[in-house]
């Protein structure tokens, strides 16, 4: 493989190795650029004509895939692991805990506040009733 090549190495890919590759794609279709000698190249039955496209076409895939690979793993890098997203989930619902328990707590105080005004106004009418 070559030095360029993403697979080869497990460096992040470089602005350089970009452009190497657009060059090297560059390269391999200006070749096939005039298309009416292309054209005319392709019907010719002269076998070396024939192997040159060939060859061009290939060369131009070649770059392609390899420029296609680099895209592949700068999308890699910008998205976050397994173990990040997990801990980004962890924290939101660590977070979402919090909040509820909180407002839990809060309506446990309501609660008990309407308990105790619910018990006096109870005694109340217990003595109300006990007068009467």
Avoid: N
């Amino acid at each position: 493989m070559s030095e360029h090549d993403p697979q080869s190495h497990s460096s992040p890919p470089s602005q350089e190795d970009m452009i190497s590759y657009v060059v090297a794609l560059e390269t391999a279709l200006l070749p096939c650029l005039p298309a009416r000698e292309l054209q005319a190249i392709d019907r010719s039955p002269h076998p070396s004509h024939q192997i040159d496209v060939e060859r061009h076409a290939r060369d131009f895939m070649d770059a392609a895939k390899k420029l296609q690979l680099y895209f592949i793993s700068l999308q890699r890098e910008d998205q976050p692991t397994r173990a990040e997203t997990l801990q980004k989930e962890i924290a939101m619902m660590e977070e979402e805990l919090k909040v509820k328990s909180e407002l839990i707590k809060k309506q446990d105080g309501l609660i008990q506040g309407w308990r105790m005004e619910l018990e006096s106004q109870l005694e109340k009418h217990d003595s109300e009733l006990e007068k009467v």
